[in-house]
């Protein structure tokens, strides 16, 4: 599932259909479909500054060669609560459409000779 966030990017979810989290793509990886799904408005936090990341920081020599003892990096709350306010949202609308839940959790995948423009979904 997606929606056009501000600056144009796509913004992919749902988590509890296909498993994957919440995050931007770029229209160049999204193949379009003839699949309509009526969706309720997408909450207001849900921008451009959401996804940012934060800036590593920098390394000088003697750092270099240093154990990397840094934590992983951590969901925030706000990221998990946008992600089951959105879940709650985009669910019960794929759950109308015949066999839409199925048809997003299955994997896509191409064989030889097929091409993706050429197809009709």
Do not use: C, W
Request: aromatic residues 8%; proline residues 7%; hydrophobic residues 35%.
């Amino acid at each position: 599932m997606r929606n056009f966030i501000s600056s144009g990017i796509n913004a992919e979810y749902g988590y509890k259909i296909n498993g994957v989290p919440l995050r931007r793509v770029d229209q160049a990886y999204v193949i379009a479909t003839s699949t309509k799904v009526e969706l309720p408005a997408m909450p207001d936090s849900l921008t451009d500054s959401l996804f940012k990341r934060k800036p590593k920081p920098t390394k000088n020599e003697k750092e270099m060669f240093v154990e990397n003892t840094t934590e992983e990096p951590k969901i925030s709350a706000e990221r998990i609560a946008i992600q089951k306010e959105v879940d709650a949202l985009v669910v019960p609308a794929v759950k109308k459409v015949d066999m839409l839940q199925s048809y997003l959790r299955s994997r896509f995948t191409l064989s030889k000779g097929q091409f993706p423009h050429e197809m009709k979904f």
